[in-house]
């Protein structure tokens, strides 16, 4: 019985990374985003080792990221460096005190900023989980949401962005 367990997952994890279309056939809904221009992203999840991100209809792909356990809509940000999260969320993470010292000085989107860097012990999607991530706490800066720059997704075993669906491989 345990084998035949074996053999079912093996040919599950197979399948989902060799052919990654195949994926989106067994999806489930995860809750809705909303953002600012009311659009709505599905994600779709797939074996143990991989997840699948929808576009919304701004293109970006976004979800439900847990950063140390705690639930936080997020967006994929390839081109930040780092995992960004804004002082609030971090003080809501548990980081305080001595952790948050905000002695670098970044360049966004909205000019420059104070950033503290800290690392998370994890962030994860569905099923997919990366420890010992580094990331940024933006000063006094409200983000829309944190975003997943390649400090994580570097970690990853691989990702992949096809259309309208990015997928995460541990």
């Known amino acids: 019985m345990i084998g035949r367990a074996i053999l079912i997952w093996s040919s599950a994890i197979v399948v989902a990374i060799n052919v990654p279309s195949m994926v989106g056939v067994v999806s489930s809904k995860v809750e809705a985003i909303t953002t600012e221009d009311a659009s709505v992203?599905?994600?779709?999840?797939?074996n143990g080792r991989s997840y699948v991100l929808k576009s919304n209809d701004g293109g970006h792909f976004e979800g439900k990221f847990r950063f140390n356990?705690?639930?936080?809509?997020?967006m994929v940000d390839t081109g930040a460096t780092f995992v960004t999260i804004s002082e609030s969320d971090a003080r809501s993470l548990g980081f305080g005190g001595n952790e948050?010292?905000?002695?670098?000085?970044v360049m966004t989107a909205g000019g420059k900023v104070k950033a503290a860097r800290v690392q998370l012990k994890s962030v994860e999607?569905?099923?997919?989980?990366?420890?010992?991530?580094?990331?940024?706490?933006l000063r006094?800066?409200?983000?829309?949401?944190?975003?997943v720059g390649m400090?994580?997704?570097?970690?990853?075993?691989?990702?992949s962005a096809d259309n309208d669906q990015m997928t995460l491989i541990n």
């Not at 992203?41 to 797939?46: C, G, I, K, P, R």
């Open 151 to 159: 400090s994580f997704m570097k970690k990853l075993g691989s990702y």
């Open 125 to 137: 999607i569905g099923t997919v989980q990366v420890r010992n991530v580094d990331a940024l706490v």
């Open 140 to 147: 006094g800066k409200t983000l829309k949401f944190p975003l």
């Open 41 to 46: 992203l599905n994600a779709s999840a797939s």
């Open 69 to 74: 356990g705690k639930s936080l809509s997020a």
């Open 100 to 105: 948050l010292r905000f002695r670098y000085e």
